[in-house]
C-alpha cells in the first residue's frame, strides 16, 4: 500500500519542486559607452543670410539693406556746409543703363518736381530703377516703359512716408524731364542742367500729398538749392518745362516749397 502511495508523491509534488526553475540573476547594468572624440576641424556651417531686398521702400525702424546687408554708399558724397547738412535719405541706385555719366558740361541751375503717377512706393521705385518684382512686376514695368516712351530716372523719390530716396547721384544725367525749356531758354538740355525728384503720388488731382512728402520736400529742395546755388525761379514743375506734361498735378501746393526755398537763398 505504501509503495503506490510513495510513486504517487514522488511524481508529482518531489517532481514538481525539483523541475521547478530557480530565479534569474538580476543582470548588472554596465556603463554606457563613453562619445567618441570630436574631430575639432569639422568646418561649423556658416548661418544662413537673408538676400537683400529688391529696391523698394525699407522697413520702419529698418537698415536699408536689412540685417546681413551693409548700408549703400551715398550717392553723392555728403555736404561739407555745416549750415546746410546733407537730410537723411535712403539709397537705392537705379540700373546703370537708366542714366548718363556725364551732363555734357552743363552746370545744375534747375531742380525737376514730378509726380509719378503711381499710389505705390514700390512699383514707383521699380519703374525709376529698372527693377521688377518677379514676373508680374517686369511685365508692369515694361508696359510702364511703353506708355512713358522709353526708360525713365530720377535723382530722388519722396515717398508716401517722407522717406527720401537717392536713385541717381547728383553729378549724373537722369532721365527725368526729356525734351523742354526752362524759361524758354532751348540752348540747355533740360536733364543736363537739372536735379530731378519725384514725388509718390497718382497724379489725378484726387491722391493727396502727404504732410510727411512736403516736409521731405522742405528739406531736401533747399538743400539742394543753396548746394548747387539754383535760384528759387529754377525750382520749377514738369509742367513748366513742357506744355504737354501735367505734374505736378494741380492739388499739389507749391508754395511751400518756393518759401521753404527762399529761406536759404
Not at 546681413?68 to 550717392?75: G, K, R, T, V
Not at 531742380?111 to 511685365?139: F, P, Q, Y
Not at 489725378?204 to 512736403?214: A, I, N
Not at 525761379?233 to 513748366?240: Q, R, S, T
Given at each position: 500500500?505504501l509503495?503506490?502511495?510513495?510513486?504517487?508523491?514522488?511524481?508529482?509534488?518531489v517532481?514538481?519542486l525539483?523541475?521547478?526553475?530557480?530565479?534569474?540573476?538580476?543582470?548588472?547594468?554596465?556603463?554606457?559607452?563613453?562619445?567618441?572624440p570630436?574631430?575639432?576641424?569639422e568646418?561649423?556651417?556658416?548661418?544662413?543670410t537673408?538676400?537683400c531686398?529688391?529696391?523698394?521702400?525699407a522697413?520702419s525702424?529698418?537698415?536699408?539693406g536689412g540685417?546681413?546687408?551693409?548700408?549703400?554708399?551715398?550717392?553723392?558724397?555728403p555736404s561739407t556746409?555745416?549750415?546746410?547738412?546733407t537730410?537723411?535719405m535712403?539709397?537705392?541706385p537705379a540700373?546703370s543703363?537708366?542714366?548718363?555719366?556725364s551732363r555734357?558740361?552743363?552746370?545744375?541751375d534747375?531742380?525737376?518736381?514730378?509726380?509719378?503717377a503711381?499710389?505705390?512706393?514700390?512699383?514707383?521705385?521699380?519703374?525709376?530703377?529698372?527693377e521688377?518684382?518677379?514676373?508680374?512686376?517686369?511685365?508692369t514695368?515694361?508696359?510702364?516703359?511703353k506708355?512713358?516712351?522709353?526708360?525713365?530716372?530720377?535723382?530722388?523719390?519722396?515717398g508716401?512716408?517722407?522717406t527720401?530716396?537717392?536713385?541717381?547721384?547728383?553729378?549724373k544725367?537722369?532721365?527725368?524731364a526729356g525734351g523742354?525749356?526752362?524759361?524758354?531758354?532751348k540752348?540747355?538740355?533740360?536733364?543736363d542742367r537739372?536735379?530731378?525728384?519725384?514725388i509718390?503720388?497718382?497724379?489725378?488731382?484726387?491722391?493727396?500729398?502727404?504732410?510727411e512728402?512736403?516736409?521731405?520736400?522742405e528739406?531736401?529742395?533747399?538743400?539742394?538749392s543753396k548746394?548747387y546755388?539754383?535760384?528759387?525761379?529754377?525750382?520749377?514743375?514738369?509742367?513748366?518745362?513742357?506744355p504737354?506734361?501735367?505734374?505736378?498735378?494741380?492739388?499739389?501746393d507749391?508754395?511751400?516749397?518756393t518759401?521753404?526755398?527762399e529761406k536759404v537763398?
Amino acid at each position: 500500500m505504501l509503495g503506490p502511495l510513495k510513486r504517487i508523491v514522488d511524481n508529482s509534488i518531489v517532481r514538481y519542486l525539483k523541475d521547478e526553475p530557480s530565479p534569474r540573476p538580476t543582470p548588472t547594468p554596465r556603463p554606457a559607452p563613453s562619445p567618441g572624440p570630436v574631430d575639432s576641424f569639422e568646418p561649423v556651417p556658416a548661418p544662413r543670410t537673408t538676400p537683400c531686398p529688391h529696391p523698394g521702400p525699407a522697413p520702419s525702424n529698418a537698415s536699408p539693406g536689412g540685417p546681413n546687408c551693409p548700408d549703400p554708399a551715398p550717392l553723392t558724397p555728403p555736404s561739407t556746409d555745416p549750415k546746410n547738412p546733407t537730410p537723411k535719405m535712403q539709397v537705392r541706385p537705379a540700373r546703370s543703363d537708366r542714366y548718363d555719366e556725364s551732363r555734357n558740361g552743363t552746370d545744375i541751375d534747375t531742380i525737376v518736381l514730378h509726380h509719378t503717377a503711381d499710389k505705390s512706393d514700390k512699383s514707383s521705385l521699380e519703374t525709376l530703377t529698372g527693377e521688377g518684382g518677379g514676373l508680374i512686376g517686369e511685365a508692369t514695368r515694361w508696359a510702364k516703359e511703353k506708355k512713358n516712351g522709353g526708360k525713365v530716372s530720377a535723382h530722388y523719390v519722396i515717398g508716401k512716408d517722407g522717406t527720401i530716396y537717392h536713385l541717381v547721384a547728383d553729378e549724373k544725367r537722369a532721365w527725368h524731364a526729356g525734351g523742354g525749356a526752362v524759361h524758354g531758354d532751348k540752348s540747355k538740355d533740360v536733364n543736363d542742367r537739372s536735379i530731378g525728384i519725384e514725388i509718390v503720388n497718382d497724379g489725378d488731382g484726387k491722391d493727396g500729398y502727404t504732410e510727411e512728402q512736403y516736409k521731405a520736400l522742405e528739406q531736401l529742395v533747399p538743400y539742394l538749392s543753396k548746394r548747387y546755388d539754383v535760384p528759387t525761379k529754377n525750382v520749377v514743375g514738369h509742367k513748366e518745362t513742357n506744355p504737354d506734361k501735367k505734374d505736378p498735378s494741380e492739388n499739389f501746393d507749391f508754395g511751400r516749397i518756393t518759401r521753404a526755398t527762399e529761406k536759404v537763398r
